[in-house]
């Protein structure tokens, strides 16, 4: 039980709340005002605390406003050290020495720096003696750093760089020039073609005992690059921090429209049974397996960003780490749930569903009540039959190719329907009171939502028979051509509160103001009622 606090420790206490307040008011205030100051090029020199010693604030080094004063001198070598002809990121030394030694070198070297530039009349730093000009918490900036996406404009133009030469000059392309792999047994890396992937596979935001952290591994390999192409007079990213990882800087960067695949041998098409694969599989065994899905993987390659928007933690087949049953190596995410998760981009189901999203199919999506995964029909996806399969194991090949029949079979059975099998106009008048009837252009509408999902493969996928766009409008009806009316599911008075079904007026507004909303349709306006509906005289 709460015990009651005596008069005197009320007494202390109300000041003291009265003085957090104040407080928060001013550092409120502070935040707002240095906000407006943000920086990308914050880095924070806290060195290890030494045992028994008084630890002094980090120092919060703005790396940018540094180089500028350089007049010139913006080699980088000033404050870098090369190890092997390349520059190492750490302030004049090449690896981490004591905490004393390091703290040595940069009170001896900052501080020098910064006298010359004094005796020079140039705009200098704190000199001995002035600790907490760079030891402070008051005087910070915020950071305004924002980390830069590596996409596929970026990459192809790394790729197609005449100058970015690859290790060996046999090479086609210059893929060797940036990727490797880890040779455990040399202790050194080395360039594996075919066998490509993304940095963040092995370097992750933190440190590990045999591999450098993602920042640490990307500066040292783009930074120096950079810095020898500008050494020759070539053409040259960037070396400053605002040039990657300001955002008003990372939108001037030029995005590439026509990029060709990326070359790694990956297929075309995929079948998805990993069960398919086994040497030997009797007929029950098969029996209890889903049916396989036909995968069209290079159009989801031009859809993508990059290779990690599905291949998140290696390019390996998303069953080598979800499992049937499920597995360390895929976080113990079997592979039913890696696929179907309807909350993760990375999912079939959850990449679809942000898909719908998109202004010409969020008109339709958006009104309907979302499936539960029971309520999906797994044939649309688990579309070929176990016998089409043959002997096993399926080689590779044969996967592939019965993937390709099957894609193409499915985008070319386009059921189009006839002008005369949809009514040109329908009229809604069962709840007139202030207004007259809706006269609706029926067959224009439907056409307008056929056209614009004409080019989207998705689309073309799962709506292939026509009659599926139907539902967009009748969502809970079965597909056909003739639905029932609204009304047969909506009354003139509310369901909500039995099953959540609006009454008919509100379902009707509800249905094409929302779709006209997402879809950005601005005539008419939600709120223009004669737009639609005549008002009746005598109202």
């Known amino acids: 039980m709460a015990q009651r606090l005596p008069f005197r420790s009320k007494k202390v206490i109300m000041p003291a709340i009265i003085l957090l307040i104040i407080f928060c008011s001013i550092a409120g205030g502070y935040s707002a005002v240095k906000s407006e100051n943000a920086r990308p090029d914050i880095i924070l020199i806290d060195l290890p605390a030494i045992k028994g010693g008084e630890q002094m ?14 007049e010139g001198k913006k080699d980088c070598s000033l404050c870098h050290l090369k190890e092997n002809n390349k520059l190492v990121f750490k302030y004049k030394r090449i690896k981490d020495g004591t905490t004393k030694n390091d703290m040595a070198i940069y009170h001896d070297n900052c501080i020098a720096c910064h006298l010359e530039n004094k005796k020079a009349n140039r705009p200098s730093g704190p000199l001995a003696g002035d600790c907490r000009s760079c030891h402070n918490l008051k005087s910070r900036n915020n950071s305004s750093w924002k980390q830069i996406d590596f996409n596929k404009s970026l990459h192809f133009r790394h790729e197609s760089s005449v100058d970015i030469k690859p290790l060996k000059n046999k090479d086609e392309v210059n893929c060797s020039a940036c990727h490797h792999n880890f040779d455990k047994k040399t202790k050194k890396t080395v360039y594996i073609k075919g066998e490509e992937e993304s ?54 960067i030029k995005t590439v429209e026509s990029i060709s695949r990326m070359k790694r041998n990956q297929p075309d098409t995929i079948l998805l049974a ?24 290079k159009a989801h390659e031009s859809k993508a960003e990059n290779c990690k928007s599905c291949h998140h933690e290696s390019l390996k087949p998303c069953a080598d780490c979800h499992t049937e049953t499920g597995s360390k190596d895929g976080g113990f995410v079997r592979l ?31 009104a309907m009540p979302e499936k539960t995964l029971s309520n999906e029909k797994c044939i649309a996806c688990h579309s070929i039959d176990k016998t089409m399969l043959g002997t096993f194991p399926v080689s590779k090949e044969k996967r592939a190719e019965i993937a390709r029949r099957e894609l193409n079979v499915k985008m070319s059975f386009v059921k189009k329907i006839p002008d005369e099998k949809i009514p040109e106009k329908v009229t809604i008048g069962l709840i007139t009171d202030k207004y007259e009837a809706v006269t609706l252009p029926h067959r224009k509408m439907f056409r307008t939502l056929e056209s614009k999902i004409n080019d989207n493969k998705i689309a073309g996928y799962f709506h292939a028979d026509k009659t599926t766009l139907c539902a967009s409008c009748h969502h809970n009806s079965p597909v056909s051509l003739e639905p029932p009316k609204c009304a047969s599911c909506h009354g003139k008075t509310s369901n909500s509160s039995q099953d959540g079904r609006p009454a008919l007026k509100g379902a009707y507004h509800g249905q094409c103001i929302t779709c006209h909303q997402v879809m950005g349709i601005k005539e008419p306006a939600a709120t223009d009622c004669t737009k639609c509906h005549k008002e009746k005289k005598g109202n």
């Open 57 to 70: 604030p980090a120092v919060q080094f703005l790396h940018d406003k540094h180089t500028e004063k350089l």
């Open 199 to 252: 940095c963040f596979y092995c370097h992750k935001s933190v440190k590990t005992k045999n591999t450098s952290s993602m920042q640490t591994a990307s500066h040292a390999a783009c930074i120096n690059c950079h810095q020898i192409l500008k050494e020759q007079a070539k053409a040259a990213g960037p070396v400053e921090c605002k040039a990657c990882h300001d955002n008003a800087e990372q939108k001037k």
């Open 274 to 297: 990993n069960w398919a694969k086994a040497q030997k599989i009797d007929e029950k065994t098969i029996g209890k397996q889903l049916n396989p899905v036909p995968f069209d993987h």
């Open 336 to 366: 039913e749930q890696a696929m179907h998760n309807s909350k993760s981009e990375k999912s079939c189901i959850g990449c679809h569903k942000t898909a719908q999203l998109e202004k010409n199919c969020a008109g339709c999506h958006s």
